[in-house]
Structures are given as C-alpha cells and as structure tokens.
T-cell receptor, first 116, second 114 residues
Framework: AQKVTQAQTEISVVEKEDVTLDCVYE???????LFWYKQPPSGELVFLIR??????QNEISGRYSWNFQKSTSSFNFTITASQVVDSAVYFC?????????????FGQGTRLTINP | DSGVTQTPKHLITATGQRVTLRCSPR?????VYWYQQSLDQGLQFLIQ???????AKGNILERFSAQQFPDLHSELNLSSLELGDSALYFC?????????????FGPGTRLTVT
C-alpha cells in the first residue's frame, strides 16, 4: 500500500532563513508520481510541483527547490530566504501510474510558520 | 484561482440530515475528484469520476455518494449525517484520468454538522 510520511508536524523559523520540509514515501510500484501542495490560511490547496519516478533531477523554481532521491524514497522541499507569505501547511502526495484512475495519497502535512 | 468552483462555501446542518455539495471542474478537465479533510483523518481521497464514469474509490462511506453529469459538473451527496462528518470537502479536477497529471483543487466546502 502507498504511504506518505511527513514527520515534521510544525516548523517555525524567522524570515530569511532557509527551511527544508521532509517527505518520505512508500510504494511497491516502479512508476509513480510525487506532488507538493500548499494550503495557505485561506484554505485552498495550491499545486506546486509534480515529479515522476524516472526523473531524479532536482528542480528549482525561484526560492523553491525540490530534492528527489529514490534511494531513500524521499522528496524534500526547500524554501530559500523564507518570507512571511510562505506561511502555510504543505502537503506531499503520491499517486501510482494507473492509466485509468488516480488516487492521491497525502501525507499529514507540515505547518510552516515564518515569523517576521 | 484554480478555475475549479465549489458551492456552497459553508454549510451548517443537523445530524441525520442530507446535503449536496456541488463542483464545477476547470474548463477542459474531464476528471473530478472528491476529498475530505478533517483534523483526525487528514486529507483523504473519496472518489474519482472521469467523463461521467466512476474510476476510483477511496475511503468513501456508504452514506456518501457522488455523480458526474453530462456537463461534467459533479455532486457529492452526504446523507444521515453524523457529527464526525464535519470537515472540509474539496473537489479537484484534471485533464485526464490517469495517475500522471496534477489535480487542481477548488476552494472547498466547509461542512459543520451540529
């Protein structure tokens, strides 16, 4: 069965610090997809990134970067020079490569607070 | 704004009642998904429809049902409501049916059962 673990329940840092959110997953499939979503205080879920299991290249988008390591089944998310607007709950999710259906399995989320 | 709309935004009802939550997917998206977010269970997948056909089922209770209409909007029906059904219900949509694509989420409907 698939499982996503985000061991960090809450993280609090001061603005401009770098912060890394951990995500560890379990799946028996060789082909799968990993996602990160952001849930700001307003409540909606915002898509951040998708990564397939065959692409282990790290990705950078502005202050955001993602480190995918199949050897450790991890897909960690780093925010560089954090800002107050980054305060949100962040979810890591996993789906298997089923051609006919998709079930996203989410981790429990990490609540990130950036203090001014 | 993801392009996915959900109504109503908030719903307060009593135990034993039945409610219907509505979702309109992004233009061009054929798949609709329903999720429940609660403090104790986290974010849980309920059900997926693709072009009117049920494609995947998660931890959806028998008291809950969903359907997707020809215009692709979807409704989630919750009946015989219990206090534990109080949660944020999200609808999401994607272009295809498979596990490869990202899902775009609506703003959610907050259900409070009293």
């Amino acid at each position: 069965a698939q499982k996503v673990t985000q061991a960090q329940t809450e993280i609090s840092v001061v603005e401009k610090e770098d912060v890394t959110l951990d995500c560890v997953y379990e799946t028996r499939d060789t082909t799968y997809y990993l996602f990160w979503y952001k849930q700001p205080p307003s409540g909606e879920l915002v898509f951040l990134i998708r990564r397939n299991s065959f692409d282990e290249q790290n990705e950078i988008s502005g202050r955001y970067s993602w480190n995918f390591q199949k050897s450790t089944s991890s897909f960690n998310f780093t925010i560089t020079a954090s800002q107050v607007v980054d305060s949100a709950v962040y979810f890591c999710a996993l789906s298997e490569a089923d051609q006919g259906a998709q079930k996203l399995v989410f981790g429990q989320g990490t609540r990130l607070t950036i203090n001014p | 704004d993801s392009g996915v709309t959900q109504t109503p935004k908030h719903l307060i009802t009593a135990t034993g009642q039945r409610v219907t939550l509505r979702c309109s997917p992004r233009s061009g998206d054929l798949s609709v998904y329903w999720y429940q977010q609660s403090l104790d269970q986290g974010l849980q997948f309920l059900i997926q429809y693709y072009n009117g056909e049920e494609r995947a089922k998660g931890n959806i209770l028998e008291r809950f049902s969903a359907q997707q209409f020809p215009d692709l909007h979807s409704e989630l029906n919750l009946s015989s409501l219990e206090l534990g059904d109080s949660a944020l219900y999200f609808c999401a949509s994607s272009v295809g049916a498979s596990g490869t694509g990202e899902q775009y989420f609506g703003p959610g409907t907050r259900l409070t059962v009293t």
